[in-house]
């Protein structure tokens, strides 16, 4: 737990520690345009499969021979054909396998030498979908989980593979393209992911269904409202998923045909009142089916996308918060002081997480394993120590202790990962540390004259920040939990304060910039910790025996260091002295401190003078 230095200021266990912390690849501008780029050059073709295989002349329709492909023209747009009636709607020229008459195969003839051809066709299609993509790519970057590399490689692939299975339909049946279930992958998207994810990935995949047809605008409408109602009418936090996403899909087929019967009346002039004498081939049951489909499949195929994306899924949540799990009662019974702090801060986070809409579970779980590396060697730790025990670290070097610390992290990965614990419970193991610095321990090796020639870079967690709401929730309330322990006075101003600071903290040193949390969200996270904190404090009625126990030995006392008024340090006070008497947070007006900026690989290390900040020693 406690590797000795070697001299140079990095240590084998801070050097593991950065090696088994994963730092997952996001995309940036440059990153988006290439993907968008790949993803257009792999989708024109399916789009326009059809139209080079009609050039080619492999599906053309012969009079007296039944059709190789069903062929479809624009169902709201019109088409002159001759006056030639078309079977459902008038999107359905000729299905696959039906013997075509000679004027269906001249109207073929007549409205495939209307559609975009050659090169210039080809490339018009795929400068439409490059652009798309690119505003889809653009978008996801707005999110903390969908601006990840391996989301948006997952993203992708499944409209790419949901191309395919569409374009194959509508060349091998006669199904209605209204029918295609757009808004099932924008509610799975929502619920896996987060709603602008599942917005822009259903608006994407409603452009791309209406490209693989001749296009039609009408078409495009109907979809897009189905996609949109789906996933604006899901809410941030889902806890019965079958009743909300049955209610959302019944929602979205309502106003697909509600925006049927207006697009129809719109381009034609009249309502389809015609179409409800036959409703097997409809497209008032096309439009409404989409809708459907979705509230139908969305909750089995959330896990298989959240498991692709590398999330974890409820099912799993639900086993790992049993606490007869065997590293939480390995927590409980070697470090108890770290286990009571866990339950306390689990309960306190999943309160905070639920009230802006997080997963409140997630984070529970992730309070519950966040300290499993303390267990290894607890009485590194003060919370593990008995009364009068003395603590290990002042028989060791700062730099020494600091490596312990940072074990924690570094063992607790490494047990984690044995038992095969999911990587976003991993992440609160790392994140709630950030890439804060251990103060303490900094100050300690500066009193001492730091003859190794130290920087804070030294004394800083090699970690990352928190890349969610979920980790800076719990990181907010590992600080807030161990401090409120702290309150001589527990009333709500001292309470208020308490929180105000470390929050502020945080967010001034820069360790939220990642999380995803907007001001508004850390407005109700302080005012959930205010509150939990308050209750923890609640009053009792004392009992008779304890009025007299205490009337007994209350005697007049003289003034402790903690009741004088606050004063100035003293002139030649030793710089620990100073560290405890100073206010533990900078002033927001005042400039972030340089060495509290995170450090990068490329920047020259130089020593720092200490400032106090909100990152606490352990």
Known sequence: MNPPSNGTGATPSRAHLAAVIPHRIKVGPVAGLLLALLFALAVTPVLRVDAWLAASGSLDVVAGEPSPVTVRIPPFAGTDLGGLEHAGGGAILIARGDVATPLQADAVQVFRAHQPRGVVGDLAYFAVVLALTAIYTLQLRRSNQGRLLRSQLVLLGVLLASAIAVKT????????????????????????????????????????????????????????????????????RIRHKWRVTFGVGVAAAALSLLAYGIVHYLTRGTAPVDELSRLGRSSWVAAGAGGVLAALLAVPLVPALQLALGEITDGALVQLQDLSHPLLRQIAEKAPGTWQHSLAMANMAEVAANAIGANGRLVRVGAYFHDLGKSLQPKYFIENLEGGEQSPHD????????????????????????????????????????????????????????????????FRYPGVPPQSRETAILAICDAVEAASRTLRKPDEQAISNLVQRIVYGKLHLGQLDDSGLSMADLRMISDSLRETIKHAHHGRIEYPWQRAERAATEQPTPATMLERPATAPVEGASITQRFLEEPRLDSLDAPRPPWAAPVRASAPRAAAKPRVTDQAAE
């Open 169 to 236: 339909a509508l060349l091998l049946t006669p199904l209605s393209v209204l029918a295609i279930p757009v808004a099932l992958l924008a509610v799975v998207t929502t619920i896996a992911i987060d709603r602008s994810t599942g917005l822009a990935t259903g608006v994407l995949l409603s452009l791309l269904v209406s490209l693989a047809v001749p296009f039609d605008i009408g078409v495009t409408a109907v979809l897009l409202i189905q996609a949109l109602t789906a996933s604006l009418l899901l809410p941030d």
């Open 395 to 458: 028989r060791l070097e700062p730099e020494v202790s600091c490596d312990a610390i940072f074990a924690h992290v570094t063992e607790g990965i490494a047990v984690a990962r044995r038992h095969r614990l999911p990587e976003r419970v991993i992440d609160f193991m790392h994140m709630h540390h950030g890439d804060g610095v251990l103060e303490y321990f900094w100050a300690k090796c500066l009193e001492h004259g730091n003859p190794k020639h130290l920087t804070v870079a030294d």
